[in-house]
Structure formats: C-alpha cells, structure tokens
C-alpha cells in the first residue's frame, strides 16, 4: 500500500491554518488563511484523492478534527465526508482507546512496525491528511512514498511549520506540478535519499 500525504502550506512553510480558540491561545493570530483561495479546480482535486484513497491515517489532533467534523455529516453529504466515513481510520495515539468515530483503529506501541504492515498490503493507498508531526516522523522513518503539497500564495509569517528549522535533509523527486485558477499550486514529491551537495573546486 502506498502512503501519500496531502497538506496544504503558506509559501513561508506555515501549515497551521485554524482559526480555533485553541490556537489563539497559543499566541497564534493569524489563522484562515488559506480561506478565498480555493477554487473548482483545486476542490476536485482533493476530492479525487480522497476518494481515490483506501484508507487513511492520522495523527491525534488532526483526527480529533476531522472526526468533529466530517464525522458528523449523514451518507451523501459529500466526496470527502463519503469518503472519510466509509472507509478504514488510522489514528496514532497512545491515549486513545475507544474511538467515535466508525472504521477507526487506534496504532499504539510500535507504530514503525504497524504502519509498515500496513504498507505491506500488496495494492491500495494510504492517505494522510495534515498530521505535520506524523508526516515529519514518517519522513523522518522513510515510510513516505508521495508527499503532496498544496502551496497557498500567501506568507503568513508565524504559525507551525511543515519543516523544522533542524532536520534529516531529504532529497525530493518532482512527480507533478500543476496551478490552480486562484494561485495555489500543486506539487507533488517522492523522497529520493540524500540531496546531492555542491564541494569547492579549485
């Protein structure tokens, strides 16, 4: 099973875009940016992929979210809440023991050795959506096969990073890059060791 991740980030790497009461309180303030962005274009396109996937995985605070959410909406509501609601749930967690939220199973202990057992399957994708800390740790474990962005044109100038400021560096293969009518733009990755560095020549 192929893991893909899909989240959305400021030009500036910032992928912190609620505007809850939980993050102003964080000394976050400048939430919802990415609102007025989006366009046909680019909503069908996250709505293919989420259909497109056959399961998704999650980290705690994102699937706490989503469930809230998405999980909330009737059968019809949409591509992405039929898509999140019928098929099979993810979510990392060392806390969480009995899920609401239907077709959730928790991975607790050695999430390494279950997300590869996951990825074992011999067809499908697993998709993960948002999860900054999960997507850093998987990239961090080499357990990324895709990594998807969707750049919003805007520097937000505070907020949680993708990235951190010190990490593995990781070289990165272009699979797809395509704009959208409103200035977001995709681009779509596969991890490719190392990056390659220039040396001094004489």
Do not use: C
């Not at 990324?144 to 750049?151: A, G, M, P, Q, R």
């Not at 593995?168 to 490719?192: C, H, M, N, W």
């Amino acid at each position: 099973m192929k893991l893909t991740t899909i989240t959305q980030v400021s030009v500036d790497g910032v992928m912190q875009n609620s505007s809850s009461e939980e993050d102003r309180k964080a000394g976050f303030e400048r939430g919802g940016w990415v609102l007025g962005h989006s366009d046909s274009e680019s909503s069908a396109f996250v709505n293919q992929l989420y259909q497109r996937a056959d399961a998704f995985l999650f980290g705690r605070r994102t699937y706490d979210l989503l469930s809230a959410y998405w999980g909330a909406m009737a059968p019809g509501s949409g591509p992405l809440a039929d898509a999140l609601n019928t098929k099979p749930k993810y979510v990392v967690s060392g806390t969480l023991t009995e899920p609401e939220w239907a077709g959730t199973t928790v991975l607790a202990g050695d999430l390494a050795a279950a997300i590869r057992e996951l990825k074992a399957k011999p067809a499908g994708e697993l998709l993960v959506p948002g999860s900054g800390a999960l997507v850093r740790w998987l990239l961090d474990n080499e357990l990324v096969d895709e990594l998807t962005l969707l750049i919003v044109p805007v520097v937000v100038g505070q907020g949680a990073q993708l990235f951190p400021a010190s990490g593995p560096d990781i070289a990165l293969e272009l699979r797809e890059s395509r704009a959208f009518p409103k200035g977001i733009t995709l681009q779509v990755y596969r991890p490719a060791g190392r990056p390659q560095y220039a040396t001094a020549t004489a």
